[in-house]
């Protein structure tokens, strides 16, 4: 179980731009959901997703994984658990090198480093046969490099990859967002396959009230660093789109929008 407690966030704190975005905010996952988090921009979702990570730091408040404080615990040591995809498809692989090296990158994850050779060539065959169900032709490419790859088989190896070793959490942060629609309806297939079959408890921000309707077992709406909309079970299940998108025009006209 994932825990947020009384979280304060600053930004530009000490400045006439100072601004208090989590004000005693908490925040609970339950081993095995799938939380789909939608908000306008600036609401706290990235920011959540940066705290939960560790690529920021909260002023006070405390973060603990399955009773666990993890308040203070570095990046690197949180992604012995935690793997996360990001919105640019370039972030989560390695251009210069193929996808055999970025595969073998990942699949050394957590483990010791020697001076043995980075490629198990033992391990080919078995990178081929998690590729090929992805239908894009991968399995086929091992020897390219990953910078010529489209966006679309990028974020699916930054998937694959994100996954290969075990993790607890997988961390989505607008993983569809920079793809042209018919990609990114693959690439949620795929996500909703590996959560699946590997029952990673997962959160994903996205701005695409669909996805967050039609995935996940839990929907999230948050607005200036606060949860305005929280429905799981046959409530999430009940939801639909223009539920979800009347809370945002009736945000939007009472911020003056």
């Known amino acids: 179980m994932l825990e947020l407690k009384n979280i304060y966030k600053y930004y530009n ?24 988090i939608v908000g306008s921009n600036g609401s706290g979702k990235t920011s959540l997703l940066n705290i939960i990570c560790g690529s920021i730091p909260v002023d006070s408040g405390g973060i ?19 793997g996360r995809v990001f919105q640019n498809p370039a972030l989560g692989t390695c251009p210069s090198m193929t996808i055999l090296e970025n595969m073998s990158l990942a699949d050394n994850k957590n483990k010791s480093f020697n001076l043995t050779a980075g490629t198990n060539k033992k391990r080919i065959e078995y990178y081929r046969d998690i590729l090929r169900p992805l239908g894009l032709g991968l399995e086929d490419k091992l020897y390219v490099k990953v910078g010529n790859l489209s966006g679309g088989q990028r974020q699916a190896l930054a998937l694959l990859m994100t996954t290969m070793t075990p993790i607890d959490y997988l961390i989505l942060d607008e993983h569809t967002a920079a793809l042209d629609p018919k990609t990114a309806e693959i690439i949620m297939q795929l996500t909703d396959t590996i959560v699946r079959e590997k029952n990673l408890t997962t959160i994903m921000v996205t701005h695409n009230l669909r996805y967050a309707i039609e995935y996940g077992n839990r929907l999230i709406m948050m607005h200036q660093g606060t949860i305005i909309i929280d429905r799981s079970g ?11 998108l009347d809370k945002f025009n009736q945000i939007s006209i009472e911020c003056g929008n």
Not at 18 to 34: A, S, W
Not at 234 to 244: G, P
């Open 234 to 244: 046959e409530e999430k299940e009940a939801l639909q789109v223009e539920d979800v």
């Open 64 to 82: 603990s994984i399955d009773h666990v404080d993890m308040t203070r615990e570095k990046e690197y040591r949180r992604h012995a658990r935690i």
């Open 13 to 36: 704190p000490g400045t006439v731009n100072e601004m208090c975005l989590f004000d005693d905010f908490n925040f609970t996952v339950e081993d095995h959901q799938f939380v789909s």
